[in-house]
């Protein structure tokens, strides 16, 4: 399941073009629940991306910068010691 909520989101269709309306104060959150696949790769010289997939077909991808990669991994690893999540660690 794949939630989108946008703030302050206006555009335009002008002859067939998306165009922006108004204050660049736009901002969105986007959630995406049970995650069927995980990947993670290089992303370019200095990042790593992660993707995200369910089984309805929808996608997130996430580009990280090396410390922030670490340190999910060091939360993921926190949660795996602390056996918080059946069935993780």
């Known amino acids: ?3 989108l909520e946008l703030v302050d989101f206006l555009i335009q269709l002008k002859q067939g073009s998306v165009q922006n309306v108004g204050a660049q104060t736009k901002a969105a959150t986007v959630k995406l629940y049970d995650v069927s696949a995980a990947t993670a790769r290089p992303f370019g010289d200095n990042r790593v991306k992660l993707a995200f997939a369910d089984d309805e077909g929808n996608e997130i ?11 999910l991994v060091d939360g993921l690893a926190y949660v795996a010691e602390q056996g918080d999540v059946e069935g993780f660690g």
């Open 61 to 71: 991808e996430v580009a990280l910068f090396p410390e922030e990669a670490e340190a």
């Open 1 to 3: 399941m794949l939630t």
